[in-house]
């Protein structure tokens, strides 16, 4: 059973808006933050946005104003709103969270999910 699961990744034209879901499995309890990471062909895994059990938001210089980041408390997981998409934020999109356990924290990643945007 996958632990993170995305949702809603797929071809738009540049300008238009996606809405990326993911869900953590009921397994994983005290999530201390969720976000999005992404990576283009060629490209280093770079951070896209994240949010902490607290409510505080980070988000990549390159997506602040165009990419809201909101929990999902009720499915235990993170919505990335996606507007005014441009041509170079076509990557592949990951959900990441950390998780606390007695031992430590430890991260868990998703399968990733396909962001083609057209120009």
């Known amino acids: 059973q996958a632990l993170l699961v995305e949702s809603g990744g797929g071809l738009v034209q540049a300008g238009g808006s996606l809405r990326l879901h993911c869900t953590a499995s009921?397994?994983?309890?005290?999530?201390?933050?969720m976000g999005w990471y992404r990576q283009a062909p060629g490209n280093q895994r770079e951070l896209v946005a994240t949010i902490t059990d607290g409510g505080s938001a980070k988000y990549a210089d390159s997506v602040k104003g165009r990419f809201p980041i909101s929990r999902d408390s009720g499915e235990n997981g993170v919505y990335l709103q996606m507007n005014n998409l441009k041509p170079w934020d076509s990557a592949v999109y990951y959900c990441y969270a950390l998780v606390s356990y007695v031992s430590g924290e430890h991260d868990f990643w998703g399968q990733g999910t396909q962001v083609p945007v057209s120009s």
């Open positions: 009921s397994n994983i309890k005290y999530i201390k933050s």
